[in-house]
């Protein structure tokens, strides 16, 4: 009796274990719905990438049933290649061949993603997205900038409250085909060349990299061909620009992510306010 009333234990113990090792399992192979974009390598409109364009999903695709295709202005295809990278599961991807690659004389181009997931239900249907995009892989030239309206040559010095402004212009390029993505974003770049903090009155010396700073201001307005600019330096930091020696310089970059050269650098030196 005893032995039996162990076996009889040991049969549910074991039937237990087998029950929630199965539900444990459910979960990983849920059927889900139609996967969402969740972004994409053409957010602006245009691309400065050649030979791919992208999209993210919120679900794992499943390379075999997805696919993408391009067509050019002419509505010709495009050759290449659907793919879903390694370590990126949730990215489908077209990829040109080498007679294929993107170009501004062949703008705009239509990409069309139908993508499914991972165990999606056979009911619900692929999601479709369709993308259209120019090509500009022209950078825009470096901003013509000074220091305030009245900037002395060999630069201002400033004490605390004392106004010090970005005045200038920054174009974008428009390419032989007529294209241009137009102004994004200001990128302000701060250098201290000084290793010494005591050298204060130094104009010269190498920039140090760990001083190194980037702020970026949006354009606003949407991207336009050119704009005027008037950035306030004071106001990008919480309490003004810190006390030193500082080389600014500034760079733009288009819809496209095409980076222009950074301007010739202004100087300004920093006074501490006497207490």
Not at 223 to 233: F, H, K, R
Request: aromatic share 6%.
């Amino acid at each position: 009796m005893t032995r039996h009333a162990v076996r009889r234990g040991s049969k549910l113990l074991v039937a237990a274990t087998m029950a929630a090792a199965a539900a444990s399992i459910v979960p990983a192979h849920a059927i889900i719905g139609t996967p969402v974009m969740n972004g994409n390598s053409v957010p602006n409109g245009f691309t400065k990438t050649a030979a791919v364009v992208a999209a993210s999903y919120d679900s794992k695709i499943d390379p075999l049933l997805s696919t993408v295709t391009v067509t050019d202005v002419n509505g010709d295809p495009v050759p290449g290649s659907t793919i879903v990278a390694l370590g990126a599961e949730k990215t489908l991807v077209f990829r040109t061949t080498e007679a294929g690659l993107f170009n501004e004389d062949l703008s705009p181009y239509t990409a069309t993603f139908t993508a499914r997931a991972f165990n999606q239900a056979l009911a619900t249907p692929s999601s479709s997205d369709v993308l259209t995009f120019d090509v500009d892989f022209v950078t825009p030239f470096p901003p013509d900038v000074h220091l305030n309206e009245e900037a002395p040559l060999v630069g201002p010095t400033i004490s605390t409250g004392d106004d010090l402004v970005i005045n200038g212009d920054a174009a974008d390029i428009v390419s032989d085909a007529g294209i241009v993505s137009g102004l994004a974003k200001v990128d302000v770049h701060f250098y201290n060349p000084l290793a010494n903090p005591q050298q204060l009155t130094q104009a010269g010396g190498p920039e140090v990299g760990s001083m190194h700073r980037t702020i970026t201001v949006d354009c606003t307005g949407g991207c336009p061909t050119s704009q005027d600019l008037a950035i306030d330096v004071n106001a990008l930091f919480s309490d003004g620009l810190p006390v030193g020696y500082w080389n600014i310089k500034v760079s733009v970059t288009d819809a496209a992510g095409n980076q222009s050269a950074q301007s010739a650098p202004m100087a300004v030196l920093k006074l501490a306010t006497p207490a």
